[in-house]
């Protein structure tokens, strides 16, 4: 069955686009201070979906699921507040509210998917490696 479950599961060529491809910049950027900070604060209660709770390939999975779903929720609500952003500067003329809300949502929606988006090349490098020694088992057996 995990043979079967890995055989579908391809991470890397279904993953979509990382938007920094290097860790360097992550670091730069304060992405690991950014996901340390959620770890160890009480935000980390509010998705539990992403977190593993066994090492199986199986649980892997699943995770590196939830993390989509996650990015891809967080990217909808980015786009969603920089309109509303937008609309209120314009029919309002608020810059300093505008201004705020925008730190706000960088900080609340761009930094979640870039720490997201670091898990989820991990996993994926998990994930292929554990597909290479599967394949590589077969061959030999």
Same mark, same amino acid.
């Given at each position: 069955?995990i +043979?079967?479950? /890995?055989?579908?599961?391809?991470?890397?060529?279904? #993953? %979509?686009?990382?938007?920094?491809?290097s860790?360097?910049?992550n670091?730069?950027? %304060?992405?690991?201070?950014?996901?340390? /900070?959620i770890?160890?604060?009480?935000f980390k209660?509010?998705?539990? %979906?992403?977190?593993?709770?066994?090492?199986?390939?199986?649980?892997?999975?699943?995770v590196?699921?939830?993390?989509?779903k996650?990015?891809r929720n967080?990217?909808?609500?980015?786009?969603? +507040?920089?309109?509303?952003?937008?609309?209120?500067?314009?029919y $309002?003329?608020?810059i300093?509210?505008m201004? *705020?809300?925008?730190?706000?949502n960088v900080?609340?929606?761009v930094?979640?998917?870039?720490?997201?988006q670091? +898990?989820?090349?991990?996993?994926?490098?998990?994930? *292929?490696?554990q597909?290479?020694? %599967?394949?590589n088992? $077969?061959?030999? #057996?």
């Amino acid at each position: 069955m995990i +043979v079967f479950s /890995l055989a579908k599961f391809k991470p890397v060529e279904n #993953s %979509g686009k990382v938007f920094i491809k290097s860790d360097r910049i992550n670091k730069y950027l %304060g992405v690991h201070i950014f996901s340390y /900070l959620i770890r160890n604060s009480p935000f980390k209660f509010l998705n539990l %979906g992403v977190y593993l709770k066994s090492n199986s390939i199986l649980e892997i999975s699943r995770v590196y699921e939830e993390i989509r779903k996650a990015e891809r929720n967080h990217i909808f609500a980015f786009f969603l +507040v920089t309109i509303g952003s937008i609309i209120l500067l314009f029919y $309002n003329n608020r810059i300093t509210d505008m201004l *705020c809300i925008t730190f706000s949502n960088v900080i609340f929606n761009v930094y979640p998917v870039l720490s997201l988006q670091s +898990v989820k090349t991990r996993i994926s490098k998990i994930i *292929c490696k554990q597909n290479d020694l %599967g394949e590589n088992r $077969n061959i030999n #057996s």
